[in-house]
Structure formats: structure tokens, C-alpha cells
């Protein structure tokens, strides 16, 4: 994690939770030591796991991996070529129930491109003789034939022999970003010209109205982008109760209604709680999401000082132009206002266990703040100065001056000044 952020979404006063949360993590997955990318019509390319080869063991481990690593490019070939049956055929019986599953999710994703590379050698399962794990670092892309690769790192485990067979694939939990939808759940899929939109068969029916409004959003998120660099698509998945508590790791706070989180070559995917939405709220959450996808970078930005910054835009973007007077979270930055902040923009950035209008109140803080320098300097200028201080990591200061020509610290109070006299 680059710094304590947990950057979140402010609660709507509709009666149910619309706050969202974004993770902004850098990856940090070690290199796979395979190298080259597995796409469609490609042959598969057999890897290798560098180990010293004067070591007897080790070389019979390095040996055991790149058999293993050849077994996982045929089953890369086969799910890039639409072929079920090859993709099942390196693993064992006992695998084929998740393996199926994982084989349609990914389909039903337009899986364009997946690369399976050992994460080192493998190493012996303590008590089962024969059986061997191996770390796998797995690139993928969606739709976009020639997107950059995410990636997630999971185990696997082995059966070694001459052609080792598949037992088991582990459903990722790492730090940074926790386990995907499709390593563990059945997905149904709908896709724009912008946007990748998926659930649970449960809840097939919403996709139609999903991906249209995630469509609208995209337009809206697509001029936030930072150089003009919008995602190659968006990616959205839409959890119920369950998947709420299981995808990218669960745990969040529970005034949370949807969050992004990094995971790699550019792309962040966003997460809705189906529980928490209502209709009126879906909209303005989305703008709000899709534009931390399109604006952030995928290293993180550089913590809680310029969480106002990240949200305020975020905010600003899902308003979308509505007058001052409609926005939801006036009352909430009233009462905070009143009490309980410090009158610092660095020091907006929520708890975890903060009360609901608390959140609200610094997101509506965040919001204002933002809308003021865009009134004053113009949206482009505003986008600079995020780029500056999100992406280059300029300290505020520094910023303002070289890009918006004033000194931050008459900005910063010109900025409170403006949130009190809207609020009264």
C-alpha cells in the first residue's frame, strides 16, 4: 500500500448507504519470471523458473516448474482459443468444478489476452508426498486485444510426474488487492463501447440498465483523464450480499456503497454493493468511480493530505454540473463545519468507523473546495494541478504555484472560505 489511504466515497442522505470507498494500492506483485504475453491465434511459449543448477534438489524443482509452466501455457492456449475441453485436460478431476467455472467467467469477460507465469520455484506440500505448490502471477486483459496486462499472484498446487497434473488453483488473497470476481464466483456479463459490466447470475436482470448508465458515466469520467488517458474500458462488477463480503478481499466500511481499487496495467475496476444502492443514487456514483479509474494513477496517490483533492474531483465529476444548492451533502458539511474539523483540507480524509455525516460532510468539504478552483482557474488548469500533485507528487505548495500562479496557502483559505459562506 503506498501510504494509509483509503479514500472513500461520501454518504448520500438517501436512508441507504451510497458512500463509496476507492483503494488505491500499487500493485507490488514480484516479476513473473516467465516473459511474453498469451494472446488469441498466439502458439504457446513455454516458460522457465531461474534457479542455481548445481544443486541437485534445486535443479529437480526447476525442472519440476518448467514442466509446470508448459502445462499452464496449454491451458492459456486453450482459454484464449475457446477451447473448454483443452483447458481442463492439464488438471486432475478433483479441479474440474472450479475450473469450469473460472473457464466461463472468463469467457463470458472476453478474455483477449492471459499469460501464466511461475513466481519462483515450486516447493513441496509438507505431508503429502508428490505434491507440489507453485506461485503463479496471471496476466490478463478483457475485451481489448492489446490492453495493458493486470495481474494477480495466487498458488497452485501439483501432482508431480512427467507431465505434472493440475489439483487445485487458490483463489488469490493478497494485500494489495484481494481475490477477483471470477476466481470465485459465476458471472454474466454485458458490454459497451466503453464499458465491461458484470454480476451474478442473481442478478442478470439489472445488466441492460447497468450498462447503459455506466455507458453515460464513461462519457462524463472520459474528461477527467489525466494526458487524455482514458482506460481502454472500463471494468464494473456489480456485487450482491455475498460478493460484497468476497470480492478484493470484503471489509469495508460499512457506510461504503462501491469503491475502485488498482489492479495493474492501468486499469482500476469498480465494485457496486447492490445492497446499498438505490436507483436515484447509482448514476452520480458511477461519474464518481469512473472517474477515480480514469484519473488516478495504478501506483496510488501520495496519502491522506491530498485526499480532498482525489475525492473533491471525484465529487465534482459525479454532480456533474448540477446547481450548488442540489447537492445532497450540504446539511452534513454544515454540521461539520460546526464542530469536529480543524478547517484543514488535509486533514478531511474519514476513519474506517467514522460516523455516516462525518463521511458525508468531508466529501461534501472535498466537493466545494474543488468546485471553487474550478469556478476561479477553469477545469483544465484544475486537471493540471491534480496531475501535478496526484501523479508527479509536487508538494501542494509547489503546485499551486506553478500551475494555478498563487500561493497555496491564500488558495487553501480562499477555498474554506468559499465552502463556509455556501453553506452559511
Aim: one cysteine or more; glycine letters at 12%.
Amino acid at each position: 500500500m503506498v501510504g494509509p489511504e483509503r479514500p472513500s466515497r461520501r454518504l448520500r442522505p438517501l436512508g441507504v448507504a451510497l458512500a463509496a470507498v476507492v483503494l488505491l494500492l500499487a500493485c507490488g506483485l514480484p516479476a513473473a519470471l516467465v516473459a511474453g504475453l498469451v494472446r488469441a491465434g498466439d502458439p504457446p511459449a513455454p516458460g522457465s523458473s531461474a534457479a542455481p543448477a548445481d544443486d541437485p534438489a534445486t535443479a529437480a524443482a526447476r525442472r519440476l516448474g518448467e514442466r509446470m509452466t508448459a502445462e499452464l501455457a496449454r491451458q492459456s492456449a486453450a482459454l484464449l482459443g475457446g477451447d473448454r475441453a483443452g483447458f481442463l485436460a492439464v488438471a486432475e478431476p478433483v479441479a474440474h468444478p472450479d475450473l469450469r467455472r473460472r473457464y466461463a467467467a472468463l469467457r463470458a469477460l472476453r478474455v483477449t489476452a492471459w499469460q501464466a507465469g511461475a513466481n519462483g520455484p515450486p516447493t513441496p506440500v509438507e505431508g503429502r508426498p508428490g505434491e507440489w505448490r507453485l506461485l503463479v502471477e496471471f496476466r490478463y486483459c478483457f475485451v481489448t486485444p492489446d490492453c495493458r496486462t493486470s495481474r494477480v499472484l495466487t498458488g497452485t498446487r501439483w501432482r508431480e510426474g512427467e507431465r505434472p497434473r493440475l489439483l487445485a488453483v487458490e483463489p488469490s488473497r493478497s494485500a494489495e488487492t484481494g481475490t477477483r470476481p471470477w476466481e470465485v464466483s459465476e458471472l454474466a456479463v454485458a458490454v459497451g463501447r466503453r464499458t465491461l459490466v458484470a454480476t451474478t447470475p442473481a442478478l442478470r436482470k439489472e445488466l441492460p440498465g447497468l450498462l447503459a448508465q455506466a455507458e453515460a458515466a464513461a462519457r462524463v469520467a472520459d474528461t477527467y483523464a489525466v494526458d487524455g488517458r482514458t482506460p481502454d474500458r472500463y471494468r464494473i462488477f456489480y456485487a450482491g450480499r455475498g460478493e460484497w463480503q468476497r470480492w478484493y478481499g470484503g471489509g469495508r466500511p460499512k457506510w461504503t456503497g462501491g469503491y475502485a481499487v488498482t489492479v495493474g496495467g492501468g486499469h482500476h475496476e469498480v465494485v457496486l454493493n447492490a445492497d446499498g444502492l438505490v436507483a436515484g443514487g447509482v448514476d452520480d456514483l458511477l461519474r464518481h468511480e469512473l472517474t477515480h479509474a480514469a484519473s488516478l494513477p495504478e501506483r496510488g496517490y501520495p496519502g491522506k493530505g491530498t485526499w480532498w483533492l482525489v475525492e473533491g474531483l471525484a465529487e465534482y465529476a459525479g454532480a456533474d454540473g448540477e446547481p450548488i444548492d442540489r447537492y445532497a451533502g450540504l446539511d452534513e458539511v454544515r454540521r461539520l463545519l460546526g464542530g469536529g474539523w480543524d478547517g484543514r483540507l488535509d486533514s478531511l480524509s474519514p476513519a474506517d468507523d467514522a460516523p455516516a455525516d462525518r463521511v458525508s460532510g468531508s466529501y461534501g468539504v472535498s466537493y466545494l473546495a474543488v468546485r471553487h478552483l474550478v469556478d476561479r482557474f477553469g477545469p483544465e488548469r484544475l486537471l493540471a494541478f491534480f496531475a501535478a500533485v496526484v501523479h508527479e507528487r509536487t508538494p501542494v505548495d509547489k503546485a499551486a504555484e506553478r500551475v494555478l500562479g498563487e500561493p497555496w496557502s491564500a488558495l487553501h483559505d480562499e477555498c474554506v472560505g468559499y465552502v463556509r459562506a455556501v453553506v452559511g
